[in-house]
């Protein structure tokens, strides 16, 4: 019996001491509570990512088409257009209605600048208009005017055309400057030199000039 026991005691012996076999269980613990930490902190990171990817806010046209959003309405609007690196119109709105099927931006209560290569500014003002935004070409109407240092004009509805810069009206206008009040049936304006073209029933004032 006692060979037994002290056969059993030396084979746990040459297996290692009893706090060498605790040591030894204790290091598989913690590496395995190590593991867990660190799938669990991965998951954590990315759960939190791709819930950040698919909250975080997109364009407002990309938004929209994803969204399966034809038309959208925003409000204050201010929106401007470049070339050769000069801005050549700045415009301001009180709504803008994005039509994204048609590309086009319809607005309220419109405001717009004119810039030209000399620095001179035209203004625009009217109740409704749209911007086509790829041409940047642009209508509006309702009461328009239209006005610099050196003439007023007053319509209905006016088209600018980008690429010439030329803006026209079809509609009966009106001008006035220092030279007098003139009526016609159409009209246009090259931006670029700032000349006025006024055609059909053209008729009115002239003012008098002073005596030499």
């Known amino acids: 019996m006692d060979s037994q026991l002290r056969l059993t005691f030396a084979q746990a012996e040459g297996r290692g001491s009893p706090m060498a076999f605790i040591r030894h269980t ?8 190590l ?3 660190l799938f669990v902190a991965a998951g ?6 791709f819930g ?14 994803k969204a399966g959003v034809e038309a959208m309405v925003v409000e204050r609007v201010h929106q401007s257009a470049t070339r050769e690196g000069r801005t050549v119109w700045s415009l301001d709105a009180a709504t803008a209605q994005y039509q994204l099927s048609e590309k086009k931006v319809l607005l309220t209560e419109l405001a717009v600048t004119f810039f ?4 001179r500014k035209a203004y625009l003002t009217a109740r409704n208009g749209a911007v086509w935004t790829e041409s940047h070409d642009m209508e509006a109407h309702g009461d328009v005017v239209i006005r610099n240092d050196a003439y007023r ?17 079809d509609g009966p206008v009106k001008v006035t400057g220092q030279a007098g009040d003139l009526l016609a049936d159409s009209l246009m304006l090259d931006l670029n ?13 002239l003012a008098a000039g002073e005596a030499q």
């Open 35 to 37: 593991w867990g930490i």
């Open 153 to 169: 004009v007053e319509t209905e509805k006016i088209v600018y055309a980008h690429d010439p810069r030329i803006i026209s009206a």
């Open 44 to 49: 954590t990171a990315a759960a939190a990512y």
């Open 193 to 205: 030199t700032n000349r006025l073209v006024m055609r059909g029933h053209v008729r009115g004032t």
């Open 52 to 65: 950040y990817r698919r909250l975080a806010p997109l364009p407002e046209a990309e938004l929209a088409l």
């Open 26 to 33: 204790s290091r598989r613990l913690w590496r395995r509570v």
């Open 116 to 119: 030209s290569r000399d620095d």
